[in-house]
């Protein structure tokens, strides 16, 4: 029995060694194509990243290209003469001999302003901040040249105020040192 027991430890002996060599290379196949699939993972995201970024970067460029060749915002020529009118108006304004020509440019700044806000709603023209600021400036000059043309004719049709008016200019050309001055 022990002839019998001993060519079957060798033959187990040579299957084992066979089943670790099989497994071995059954190991080695499957880390191969672990490998494989995980090379062939890594290319394809590689892949797609690549193709991302060109479709990106040919995104970017076209809208690069439409900005370039788009026409750059106009401001409004409304805009810009009711601030320059509204600018002048208060001038005139506050210099209170000009009074009556302010109000009157003041009146056309608060007409072109208007128009300039109007406008600034179109596409490509700018300028409502602008039109704005014309408008405001116009609007205080007219309120100004407004008020003092109100207190004038008030002044004005007050008759103790005019008599009040007349004996200081008289005093005052009786304070004059005298010169040949003639009299009206």
């Keep these: 029995m022990a002839s019998t027991e ?53 995104a970017e460029n076209e809208v690069e290209q439409r900005e370039s060749s788009a026409k750059p915002a106009k401001t409004s020529v409304a805009a810009a003469f009711a601030l ?27 007409i072109l302003g208007i128009v300039g806000i109007r406008a600034a709603k179109e596409v490509g023209i700018t300028g409502k901040g602008v039109s704005i600021a014309g408008l405001v400036l116009s609007i205080i000059a007219v309120l100004i040249a407004g008020a003092l043309a109100i207190g004038i004719t008030t002044f004005l049709n007050d008759q103790g105020a005019v008599d009040r008016l007349e004996r200081q200019i008289e005093r005052l050309k009786d304070n004059l040192p005298e010169a040949d001055i003639p009299t009206p």
């Excluded at 084992?16 to 672990?34: F, K, N, V």
């Excluded at 320059?84 to 608060?110: D, E, Q, R």
């Design 6 to 58: 001993g060519p079957r430890n060798v033959d187990d002996g040579a299957a084992g060694r066979a089943q670790a060599t099989s497994r071995e290379e059954h190991d080695r196949e499957w880390h191969d194509r672990e490998w494989h699939d995980r090379a062939q993972h890594e290319r394809e995201a590689r892949d797609r990243d690549e193709h991302e970024r060109h479709q990106h970067d040919r």
């Design 84 to 110: 320059a009118f509204g600018v002048a108006a208060l001038l005139m304004v506050l210099t209170v001999l000009l009074s009556p020509v302010g109000l009157v440019v003041g009146i056309l700044g608060i």
